[in-house]
């Protein structure tokens, strides 16, 4: 059976320095679906029924995965990066509503917990998946719009991130990808005035 996405929002979880609210977990779940792909190199990390398990264990989901919801899986991690590389609410609305309609939770009143749960109507593991993501980015844009969602600018780097920074002015997935850019960044301007006369 597929657990609930319980809505009790409490403040939230605070990813880097704004707190990204309740719905931050299924934003953060589209971007780390997303990132399973190495989308510079082709390298694929969700080859099979094992590497799913994994990564559903990893977000804390003990799942039935069977070799049918691998390339189903395959699929909505391309739709959730059109999310990240959207760029503009309208766009990324009309394909978080696609993925709500197409993945769609039944609301029901928690009965031994305070809150609202949003029960998936589909049985596999991607239904899971696609639920808990597209209802998380749908009430995270609401909230914080699109442009704290992104994909990251490091030349060697192309990973989904969900901005928690206080000036949403995040352009990196990582610390390891800014740091790594403002050194490339720095040794260009280094060539460059050595080759001044």
């Known amino acids: ?68 919801d691998v390339p189903k899986l395959l699929d909505l991690r391309d739709r959730l990066r059109e999310i990240f590389q959207a760029g503009d609410d309208d766009a990324a609305r009309r394909l978080i509503n696609a993925l709500l309609a197409e993945y769609p939770t039944r609301p029901q009143l928690a009965a031994d917990d305070p809150g609202v749960t949003f029960e998936p109507t589909g049985t596999d593991a991607t239904a899971w998946i696609g639920a808990h993501a597209a209802l998380g980015l749908a009430f995270f844009i609401a909230q914080h719009g699109t442009n704290r969602l992104g994909i990251c600018h490091a030349s060697d780097c192309a990973d989904a991130y969900v901005d928690g920074s206080k000036n949403s002015n995040k ?17 260009a301007r280094k060539r460059k005035t050595a080759e001044l006369p």
């Open 171 to 187: 352009r990196y997935c990582s610390g390891g990808c800014a740091r790594l850019e403002s050194v490339r960044a720095f040794r």
């Open 1 to 68: 059976m597929l657990s609930s996405i319980c809505i009790h929002y409490t403040g939230g979880k605070d990813i880097g320095q704004v707190d990204l609210g309740y719905f931050g977990d299924g934003a953060q779940l589209a971007a780390d679906l997303v990132n399973t792909r190495g989308w510079i190199n082709g390298k694929e990390r969700l080859t099979g029924v094992e590497e799913v398990r994994a990564f559903l264990d990893a977000h804390g989901q003990a799942r039935n995965v069977t070799n049918a």
